[in-house]
């Protein structure tokens, strides 16, 4: 398996491999809106704002994850969004994705990422360090239909302490439909 960063040459197959895995998993109206959210995110969030690693076997990919930025203007961390993230169907339950998520987190380590959030199943994200949070400890850019799935991990070895503000979150994730 080889981990690669960027998306640029990959956009259809990357609006292919979202919309199949969210259709499969969640039906054809998910997969139309997470493949419709991969693309908004690829055309409109600056190069800064965002950033996406893939799993590749041979020439084939096979996972991708995004993590765009979330900007908290009460602090100076750095924080990202994992979302979203997707496995091939017929290659999932291989550990691909948590070492697709492995590599994406440390290689935000190194571009001095501090904290990384994300929205899903605590039963998949605590296996790649993930721990569920409330909203008193980081509000969500946007309401949360399932608060249970509200999580995060911090990239540095300080404290883990709360990120006071409501925080703004690149545009593409910015419709209560993902949330």
């Known amino acids: 398996m080889n981990y690669a960063s960027g998306y640029q040459g990959q956009e259809a ?13 969640e039906g054809a109206d998910e997969g139309r809106v997470i493949g419709n959210f991969v693309q908004d995110l690829m ?13 590749h076997d041979n020439d084939y990919l096979v996972g991708s994850v995004f993590f765009s930025s979330l900007k908290y203007r009460q602090d100076d961390r ?22 697709l998520i492995i590599y994406g ?5 190194k571009k001095g990422v501090d904290i990384v959030v994300t929205y899903g199943d605590i039963n998949f994200y605590s296996k790649v360090g993930f721990q569920q949070i409330s909203e008193e400890f980081a509000q969500a850019p946007l309401k949360l239909s399932y608060p249970e799935g509200w999580l995060a991990q911090s990239l540095t070895k300080q404290n883990f302490k709360t990120i006071p503000g409501s925080p703004t979150c690149v545009d593409a994730l910015n419709k209560p439909e993902l949330w």
């Open 105 to 109: 987190l440390e290689e935000l380590r």
């Open 78 to 99: 750095t924080v990202f969004i994992l979302s979203p993230m997707a496995v091939k169907p017929d290659r999932q339950k291989n550990g691909i994705g948590q070492k």
């Open 13 to 25: 197959d990357l609006y292919d491999l979202f919309s199949t895995t969210f259709t499969v998993s």
């Open 43 to 55: 055309k409109t969030t600056p190069e800064r704002d965002l950033f996406c690693f893939s799993a």
